[in-house]
């Protein structure tokens, strides 16, 4: 099984901006499955073109066929770009921000996620009805999506990506019951955010349920 290596993170404090301020922000690692740091780009048309392919490519459908490594790793990349919109920074966001509870949200601006309910379905070709459950956390007093007057909307806070991890490898292991796991190594880093010092490991399960090929578990490692 051959390890997909991505590129270093090397993130700075200035992701902690919000949803309102991505441009030229790096996203680790890169959906497109090069091994590439890709960026948000800020234009709402290369933000629609952007997540019109994504959609369109996002759900990989229950079969009796076996899944490729290709297969399986596209779909790790896409799991990782979505659970960064709850754990690191939201969707982009625009226009005045309204307050809900005294916490305060902007609009999402990302075509194809128009309400709350557009969020969950894309979420459903990607992660089990648990994790979704803990993303969208609908009974929380100020969650991270809501609809407001019919809209989606974001609260526009993220923070940085994990200045003392470095460089991530995946590898796609198959289980004897036809599912699949991701074993990914993150390098652990020194003060000076380049020496190696050890690592982390992460194992995340992807198997087919109700129909559909979803993680049953998932998280950041950054």
């Not at 990349?77 to 919109?85: I, K, L, M, P, T």
């Not at 307050?99 to 128009?114: F, I, K, P, S, T």
């Not at 880093?189 to 578990?217: H, I």
């Given at each position: 099984?051959?390890?997909?290596?991505?590129?270093?993170?090397l993130?700075?404090a200035?992701?902690l901006?919000?949803c309102g301020d991505?441009e030229?922000?790096a996203v680790f690692?890169?959906?497109?499955g090069?091994?590439q740091?890709t960026?948000?780009?800020?234009?709402p048309?290369?933000?629609?073109?952007g997540?019109a392919?994504?959609?369109?490519a996002a759900?990989?459908?229950?079969?009796?066929?076996?899944?490729?490594?290709e297969e399986v790793?596209?779909a790790?990349?896409r799991?990782?770009a979505?659970y960064?919109?709850?754990a690191?920074?939201?969707?982009?966001?625009?226009?005045?921000?309204?307050?809900e509870?005294g916490?305060?949200y902007?609009?999402v601006e990302y075509a194809?996620?128009?309400?709350?309910?557009?969020l969950?379905?894309y979420?459903e070709?990607l992660?089990?009805e648990?994790v979704?459950a803990?993303l969208?956390?609908?009974e929380?007093?100020?969650?991270?999506?809501?609809d407001?007057d019919?809209a989606?909307?974001?609260?526009?806070?993220g923070r940085p990506?994990?200045?003392?991890?470095g460089?991530?490898?995946?590898a796609v292991?198959r289980?004897?019951?036809?599912?699949?796991?991701?074993?990914v190594?993150?390098d652990?880093?020194?003060r000076?955010?380049?020496?190696?010092?050890?690592?982390?490991f992460y194992a995340f399960?992807y198997?087919e349920?109700?129909?559909?090929?979803?993680f049953?578990?998932?998280?950041?490692?950054y």
């Amino acid at each position: 099984m051959n390890a997909k290596k991505y590129a270093a993170l090397l993130l700075s404090a200035a992701l902690l901006t919000g949803c309102g301020d991505l441009e030229g922000v790096a996203v680790f690692p890169a959906v497109s499955g090069s091994g590439q740091v890709t960026f948000v780009s800020d234009p709402p048309q290369e933000n629609a073109a952007g997540s019109a392919e994504m959609m369109n490519a996002a759900e990989t459908t229950g079969s009796a066929r076996e899944l490729t490594e290709e297969e399986v790793l596209a779909a790790y990349d896409r799991a990782v770009a979505a659970y960064e919109w709850f754990a690191l920074n939201p969707l982009p966001c625009v226009g005045p921000v309204r307050q809900e509870n005294g916490v305060n949200y902007q609009r999402v601006e990302y075509a194809g996620l128009y309400t709350l309910n557009d969020l969950e379905t894309y979420l459903e070709s990607l992660f089990s009805e648990d994790v979704i459950a803990r993303l969208l956390d609908r009974e929380a007093p100020a969650p991270r999506y809501r609809d407001i007057d019919g809209a989606l909307y974001a609260r526009p806070d993220g923070r940085p990506a994990d200045t003392g991890k470095g460089a991530a490898s995946a590898a796609v292991e198959r289980e004897e019951d036809g599912s699949y796991l991701i074993n990914v190594t993150v390098d652990l880093l020194d003060r000076d955010q380049a020496t190696v010092t050890g690592a982390e490991f992460y194992a995340f399960p992807y198997r087919e349920m109700n129909g559909r090929w979803v993680f049953a578990d998932f998280e950041l490692v950054y």
